[in-house]
């Protein structure tokens, strides 16, 4: 079965920096498009990046050029390294596995629990 655990979430202020791990267990088929999403309160679910199994990435407009996405398929890791943080970055962050081939989530993805990121201004 498909499990997947994030981690590394927190609080910082404004202009800091975290980063999120995503253990990823249960499959070892690399083929498949990851990412991660996340959700703030009262909003929907929404795209931050993602990466296929060829190695190409796509970002969010409102985090280009501040996160990185990346992925050890050795460990079976996807992280996301974010930088110069802004509270509107302020929400819980899932990883997805088992994205299409357009890297957008499908019923048949599976999600992590989450790992909430709140940034202070």
Known sequence: QVHLVESG?????????????????GYTDS???????????????EFVSTIDSDGRIKYADSVK???????????NTLSLQM???????TAMYYCAT??????VAVTDSYWGQGTQVTVSS
């Open 9 to 25: 979430g927190g609080s910082v202020q404004a202009g800091g920096s975290l980063r999120l791990s995503c253990a990823v267990s």
């Open 31 to 45: 083929s498949y498009c990851m990412g991660w999403f996340r959700q703030a309160p009262g909003k929907e679910r």
């Open 65 to 75: 050029g501040r996160f990185t996405i990346s992925e050890d398929n050795a460990k």
């Open 83 to 89: 930088n110069s943080l802004k509270p509107e970055d």
């Open 98 to 103: 088992h994205l299409n081939p357009w890297c």
